[in-house]
């Protein structure tokens, strides 16, 4: 999650979902997560009903008057597409949270994501976390210390390695298949595209027909990792490298 993100969601008095009048420090107490949206992704696992505030309704709606949902899985490339589709940032929300909260939007409208190599993902993410964030976005101040000092990429593997949760990891180090796969791990969404063909998505998405998809959200760095680097790397996301569309 940014700090742009985690301004949507902030209601009066730092309350958490509406109708709770529980302080969002204590749900995140009570659900195990360090940044407040984790709750309602909690709650989503754990299939408890958390009224929705106005402003995830109002992103619903969106979903609904765009006719397609996209999962917008972080450091793919998709904040480009959410502004086409939905005309501002959405959250990294997963198949499993808008199957909980909206089901008829699973089934009813066609669903799709953005794939990237594990490995490039991994190190765009490190940078992107090293640094901060971008212009644009910025890494979560609940981890926003720890990341920028992360000097190597070993340090950003061991961290991630360490983690027993992903709630302990900000979006960017999150695996790819938590977003896009059912709770037993199937792929979820209807289309998985691989980023190499974002620029093609016009033509593969009906709804983002006659578009032209712009590269936002930049963050661009020279690194490479090494092959233990990058073996550690696919270990650590091997269902994602399961995931890897054909051809």
Known sequence: MTDETHALLAGPADRGPEGSGLPQRMLCQLFRVQQYPDVHARAADLRLR???GRKRLQRLERIREAG???IHVPKNGGTSVCDLLYGGIMLHETWRYYHHVAP???RTLPSFAIWRDPVKRFVSAWSFARRGGTARVRIHPSVSRL???FHTLDDAIDHVESCSSVYELDHVFRPQS????DREGRLAVDQLFPMDRISSLPDLVPAL???VVPHLNGNSHDAIATPTQARRIRE???ADEALRPAG
């Open 50 to 52: 958390l009224p929705l």
């Open 68 to 70: 397609a949902l996209f």
């Open 104 to 106: 008829e939007l699973c």
């Open 147 to 149: 990341y920028r000092s």
């Open 178 to 181: 938590l977003y896009v796969c």
């Open 209 to 211: 027909h006659g578009r």
């Open 236 to 238: 650590i996301y091997s």
